[in-house]
């Protein structure tokens, strides 16, 4: 069956380091994938979308990449601030569908000041 | 604009009674998804509409569930009878048209006990 698996263990980064988060995808091969950041209490929100013909995107401090052999997508957030911490999730369709979406259980990550 | 509105933001009740969870999608989007997230399964999209008709409710867990989507800037999610493991929060999240992006209402989260 399809997966969308995150790293469920922590990533504690130092202020101003890169952070990379890792999103990887068995069975399935999706048109796209997604990026939600979400805060304790709160809805995901949208961050970026890299599709299947793309290598790369980027977003201010942002940046997705999309591997379709390694079948794997890094998110990395650059010169990261405490206020980046947060739950981040990938997403991608749910197979041949757009419609629907599957989520990876999320990364949380902390920045130290 | 608003953003996707949920109420309750809490809600805390006894196994057995009625739970109805109320959602208004951004106006102007067609598409409405209601989601749950736990712990353990992270998030699971139960059932979603376009145009105020379900598409698919593959994901709902059991007859106990149930949705509707009356007009386009209403829709409800019932749990009848409830029990404890429908313990979560859950997110409905809104779509116009095509586009990929879906956006979150706060959620509700929920305490059956």
């Known amino acids: 069956s399809q997966k969308i698996e995150q790293n469920s263990e922590a990533l504690n980064i130092q202020e101003g380091k890169t952070a990379t988060l890792t999103c990887n995808y068995t069975n399935y091969s999706p048109a796209y994938l997604q990026w939600y950041r979400q805060d304790p209490g709160r809805g995901p929100v949208f961050l970026l979308l890299i599709r299947e013909n793309e290598k790369e995107k980027r977003k201010e401090r942002l940046k997705v990449t999309f591997d379709t052999t390694l079948k794997q997508s890094l998110f990395h957030i650059t010169a990261s601030q405490p206020a980046d911490s947060a739950t981040y999730l990938c997403a991608s369709n749910y197979g041949g569908a757009t419609n629907k979406l599957i989520f990876g259980t999320g990364t949380l990550l902390a920045v130290q000041p | 604009d608003a953003g996707v509105i949920q109420s309750p933001r809490h809600e805390v009740t006894e196994m057995g009674q009625e739970v109805t969870l109320r959602c208004k999608p951004i106006s102007g989007h067609d598409y409405l998804f209601w989601y749950r997230q736990t712990m353990m399964r992270g998030l699971e999209l139960l059932i979603y509409?376009?145009?105020?008709?379900?598409?698919?409710d593959s994901g709902m867990p059991e007859d106990r569930f149930s949705a509707k989507m009356p007009n386009a800037s209403f829709s409800t999610l019932k749990i009848q009878p409830s029990e404890p493991r429908d313990s979560a929060v859950y997110f409905c999240a809104s779509r116009r048209g095509f586009g990929e992006t879906q956006y979150f209402g706060p959620g509700t989260r929920l305490l059956v006990l």
């Open positions: 509409f376009n145009n105020n008709v379900p598409i698919d």
